[in-house]
């Protein structure tokens, strides 16, 4: 398949593609939709950024238009999620006005979602937890569901929603079509797969886990009391927005509090601030309103802005697979896009381990080592001889730098 238009699909998701402007189907779409329109189970692998959302989003809605009493569910891991994923879904259901959709959530009342569940959904995008929630109460039933999509499954895995999977399995109908998507395929996918699906077919786009060509890897030597100072220079250092991963939800505040008081426009992100809180800090870095969003790896799994240009590490992941994850939050959809990583000592064994996973997909010899507040774009496109291994050289520290506004 090289254009959409090739798929006969029915005239409101045709439309809908049109009036988005996606004309040809990315490879994973061009594997999956398919297979999906086939009825088929099947299991998806592909890096992030690679389209997997209108991958299940387009094959769901065209089987809703044909069959007027069918519905679907889409199983995400977070919040943020379901809300990209609803967002794009309600795009692609822009000229089917009988697709109606909720969205069932934690941290927001639950009355409202029954309200709508009575008036009858047939797209729900949900998180395990509110979603179990509701079936206790029996706010939903699943009687009518055709689709069943659970999307970054690996997450899912990681965040400990099996148990909660298992519970929700028993309320779906057996005859039903199962859509797994995933940006890794560690051993226990295969274990949710076998309980969920039935003769899946696999469609696997790229080396697994690897990283998008374009983000251009980088690190920086510092040391755990200079990270905030090395990230005050890398933010002048750099052009466009910033994301920027630590690893608790202390640490996200302390960082922002830090790059407050320079001057900058800082939204954050994690698991103990409210629903409003974490919808107001993603629609504002999401409109520019700030240039910079502060998270943890739970909070920003999956996260689908196009314009982040910087991904930075202030802290490493614990996980080698989220140091993908995290730097897939960039160059998304083939845009270009710089992530840089803050190396201490005391991170050299884990920064191994990164490295290791990474050259096992292929990638260690991508990452380059940029001197400290040197944007990392000075190697993009630069042939070998710029590219160094990790060497673990001490380097110059760079002259300090005052907070904005403050007289020298
Ligand atoms: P993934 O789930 O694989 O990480 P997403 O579904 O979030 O990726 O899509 C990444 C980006 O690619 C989104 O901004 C989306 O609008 C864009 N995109 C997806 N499919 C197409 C397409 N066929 N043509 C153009 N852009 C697309
Ligand atoms: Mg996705």
Known sequence: MQYFNELQLQQPIAQALQSMRFEKPTPIQAQAIPLAIDRKDIIACAQTGTGKTAAFGIPIIDRLLKHPQKTALILVPTRELAAQVTEVLKDLTRFAPSINGAILIGGMSIRPQIEKLRRGVRLVVATPGRLLDHLDRRT???KSLDILVLDEADRMLDMGFAP???KILPYLPKTRQTLLFSATLPANIEQLSARYLTHPVRVTVGPVSR???KIQQSIVETTAAGKNETLVDELHARKGSVLIFARTKARTDRVARHLKKYGHSVARLHGDRTQGQRTSAMAGFRDGRFRIL?????????????HIANVINYDLPLVPEDYLHRIGRT?????EGHAVSFITPEDKAQW???SNFLGKTGKSSAVFVSPRGEPASKFAGNTSASRKKFSGKPRRSNPRRRPAGRPA
Request: charged share 25%; hydrophobic share 55%.
């Open 140 to 142: 939903l039933d699943f």
């Open 164 to 166: 909660q999977l298992n």
């Open 211 to 213: 990283p998008v060509e």
């Open 294 to 306: 502060v998270a943890t790896d739970i909070a920003a799994r999956g996260i689908d802005i196009p």
């Open 331 to 335: 160059a998304r959809a083939g845009a």
């Open 352 to 354: 191994r381990a990164i």
